[in-house]
């Protein structure tokens, strides 16, 4: 159950976002760059490999950043499959190797190649009348698991069992598409000193809440939904009840909210980090 007055807290949890946070946040990467090309092929690479511990995808991302140079953009439409091969063949981030990395680069190398950009290629599949990206991000997903990989993989393409997969999961399939929901957020969001406001054609109310552990732990909590499975119907029932204090831009408490557990200690357990909480009255954890 959802408590009154929760609204206003939320609306000072937004607030108070800072680039303390901000640095403690995949995201991060995105600003280190100023041309908008470059700042969409960088969220792309940024979200894919945002799971685990927050340390270790910065370690990884750091790495990637590193090798690529000042220009992703550029790095990506020169990109050559066997020189991606030797340069990241000792890369690994957990479920994903260098060869998973070497294939993202070229995915997003037949984007441009299509489409110009990845905003222009997701494009095909939403509709602006769509309640949701739901859609979209089916089609952009099964697209970019369609083509043709044997560049990276070989003459077979890409296998059925490839951990490349699992960079894009399909809400057809279920899934509640943290890391796609992430990269669409950090995009479509207007530009607030967290978020780019990059793509102008999806709209922030057809946004879907990216659910971490951290947002399916709170939004738990504080009565936002009463599913216990993160999946893709947690995800729409949370932005539903989000979206009932901001109809325009729902997902605007994200990144506020997954912080009280990423930056500020929260776990759902901790009484100390309780006390400081900007969400104290408000949360199950409380009682």
């Known amino acids: 159950m959802i408590r009154p007055g929760l ?3 939320l609306d000072n949890l937004y607030a108070g976002r800072s680039q303390h946070h901000l640095a403690n946040d995949p995201l991060s990467f995105c600003h280190r760059f100023n041309d908008p090309a470059d700042q969409e092929i960088a969220a792309l690479i940024a979200s894919c ?3 685990g511990a927050v340390s270790v995808i910065k370690g990884s991302l750091e790495k990637i950043f590193r090798e690529i140079g000042p220009s992703p953009r550029r790095y990506v439409e020169q990109f050559d499959p066997q020189q991606g091969l030797a340069l990241f063949s000792s890369f690994k981030h957990r479920f994903n190797n260098g060869r998973d990395l070497a294939a993202l680069f070229w995915a997003m190398q037949r984007m441009i190649v299509e489409a110009d950009s990845i905003e222009t290629f997701f494009l095909r599949f939403h509709e602006s009348s769509a309640p ?3 859609k979209g991000l089916t089609g952009f997903a099964a697209a970019i698991l369609a083509f043709d990989y044997a560049p990276v993989f070989g003459a077979g393409g890409l296998p059925e069992k490839a951990s490349f997969r699992f960079l894009f999961p399909s809400p057809a399939a279920g899934s509640a598409c943290k890391r796609l929901c992430m990269f ?3 995009l479509v969001r207007p530009a607030d000193g967290i ?5 102008q054609k999806v709209r922030p109310d057809q946004l879907i809440i990216p659910v971490d ?3 399916e732990r709170i939004g ?10 993160p999946d893709w119907r947690m995800a729409c029932e949370l932005t539903a009840s989000l979206r009932k204090f901001d109809p325009d831009d729902p997902v605007k408490y ?5 912080h009280l557990g990423i930056s500020e200690g929260c776990n759902g357990l901790s009484k100390p980090a309780c006390a400081s909480c900007m969400v104290q009255g408000y949360c199950a954890a409380d009682n």
Not at 220 to 229: D, E, M
């Open 7 to 9: 609204q206003q807290t």
């Open 195 to 199: 978020d780019l406001g990059l793509w």
């Open 213 to 215: 552990r951290h947002i």
């Open 49 to 51: 490999f945002a799971y």
């Open 220 to 229: 738990q909590l504080l009565g936002l939904t009463g599913r216990r499975i």
């Open 132 to 134: 949701t990206v739901e």
């Open 254 to 258: 994200d990144f506020a909210l997954c």
């Open 184 to 186: 669409l957020r950090w």
